[in-house]
């Protein structure tokens, strides 16, 4: 089967052909003739699977046969960098059609999107982006006739799904909606079937990644597991290499040790401006950058086909964490690596991904490297670096009682009272010595909108 087999406008075939796509994927031989249909589809595919171009490609032919100027379809996505993945998805294959699509999301200014949408027929939005428009009504959404939800386990991972609702109330009831995920929680079904009308559902795949991918287990002190990543990054034929951490700080402070190792490495994470987020995926793509170190959201919408080797620097909190992490290897029939260093408390976990992969994941030491270090007395590798006191205002003397007419008062002294002691500094060490920066991650953050 080829693209041809659709009967697509040929502005869009055009385009098809100009991105080079030939021999459509199961998720788009499945998804595309029930979406050029007008049906409601559920889609369960992992990342990697071509599920864009399912829902963009019937998208552009049904656009392309109506009127202008107005937003026709929207695609709501988690994060700024898959929703500018989308994007130039929709702006390249539909390159032919004269239709015009533009992304909204968070960390830049306003004012350009609203300029942009007034003109625009296709919409990818964030959620909390895509309402304040609505709320500031720069955006119209009432003539959409798609919608589509992509990653949308992960918009509930983020706590998108309140916001989700109340977008709902802006678009037509009369309309078609897509649901692409790659797992489907309940609160995500629950969803489904508030929003979707007799779905057809197209599922490729199970859970388990491609046959492409080698799995490996690299066991280490947690003390020593930048040390390894460091000789197993030099001692590996690598091509892209795209890490995992657990929290945004651990991104950040890997990408700079790497990048001192000589590495060319960069880190993304959610406290990056949207040009610093945007600057290190366009140097990953364009081979700028041969490292890129990443949380779980910040890697939304990370797309490069030559990744050669995932490397969990921490293990992923969910079995189909760790699928969605590795599926970003092994693509478009290339092989592909995945290494996890692991600790003792991460058995039960691996227990569980070898569970759903079916298989034992194989242990592995790496020679010459030196597992008998002792962690140091006050191990400072991911250490914040301490806040400085604010400056506490002095509270203004209260007017005496019936008086109309302020008057400088006489200088007193303000010593504080003794009983209250010092006031502790920000940054406070435990008596043992050990920084005491304790933040905990929040599920539901809303980071990268």
């Known amino acids: 089967m080829n693209f041809n087999d659709f009967a697509f406008h040929p502005n869009v075939s055009a385009g098809i052909l100009a991105a080079g796509y030939d021999t ?3 998720i788009q031989e499945q998804a595309i003739p029930t979406v050029m249909e007008g049906r409601d589809v559920m889609g369960l595919a992992q990342t990697g699977t071509g599920k864009t171009a399912a829902f963009a490609l019937p998208i552009l032919h049904r656009l392309t046969q109506g009127g202008r100027g107005n937003v026709r379809a929207l695609i709501i996505a988690p994060t700024r960098e898959l929703a500018e993945q989308i994007n130039e998805s929709f702006c390249s294959l539909g390159a032919k059609t004269g239709l015009r699509s533009v992304s909204i999301y968070g960390g830049v200014n306003i004012n350009p999107q609203i300029a942009k949408a007034k003109h625009a027929d296709i919409i990818v939005a964030c959620p909390g982006r895509l309402l304040d428009h ?18 949308a386990d992960h918009m509930f991972d983020m706590g998108f799904v309140p916001d989700i609702r109340r977008i709902m109330q802006y678009l037509p009831r009369q309309r078609q909606t897509l649901l692409f995920s790659a797992t489907m929680p309940n609160e995500i079904r629950r969803l489904a079937l508030d929003i979707l009308q007799k779905p ?22 947690p003390h020593l597991k930048t040390a390894l990543l460091v000789e197993l990054l030099k001692h590996t ?9 657990r929290t945004k700080h651990r991104a950040k402070r890997i990408g700079e040790q790497l990048e001192k ?3 060319k ?30 949380t779980d959201i910040a890697a939304r919408g990370i797309d490069v086909n030559q990744i050669s080797h995932v490397i969990n620097y921490d293990i992923p909190d969910t079995p189909e964490a760790y699928i969605h992490r590795i599926g970003r290897t092994g693509r478009a029939a290339r092989s592909g690596d995945a290494f996890t260093l692991i600790s003792d408390d991460d058995i039960n976990m691996v227990r569980a991904i070898e569970c759903i992969l079916g298989a034992r994941i194989k242990s592995e ?14 191990n400072q ?54 920084s005491q920066h304790v933040r905990r991650s929040n599920p539901n953050s809303k980071r990268g909108n």
Do not use: C, M, W
Request: charged share 20%.
């Open 24 to 26: 459509p994927t199961p």
């Open 134 to 151: 609505l709320n500031q009504k720069t955006i119209n959404l009432s003539l959409v006739e798609t919608l589509v939800l992509d990653e």
């Open 200 to 221: 057809v559902t197209v599922q490729v795949g199970s859970t388990a990644p491609a046959v492409t991918v080698t799995h490996a287990l690299y066991p280490v002190k």
């Open 237 to 245: 034929d690598t091509e892209s290499v795209l890490v995992f951490t």
């Open 261 to 263: 190792k000589g590495f």
């Open 265 to 294: 490495a960069a880190s993304i994470q959610g406290n990056l401006s949207q040009n610093r987020r945007q600057e290190a995926l366009d140097g990953f793509r364009n081979g700028t950058y041969q490292i890129l170190v990443a």
């Open 365 to 378: 030491i790496l020679e010459n490297f030196d597992y008998t270090v002792p962690a140091p007395h006050n």
């Open 381 to 434: 590798e991911f250490a914040r670096p301490p806040q400085q006191p604010r400056q506490r205002r002095k509270p203004a003397a209260p007017a005496k009682s019936g008086s109309t007419k302020r008057t400088a008062s006489p200088a007193k002294s303000t010593s504080a009272p003794a009983s209250r002691g010092p006031r502790p500094q920000a940054g406070n060490t435990h008596p043992s010595g050990a």
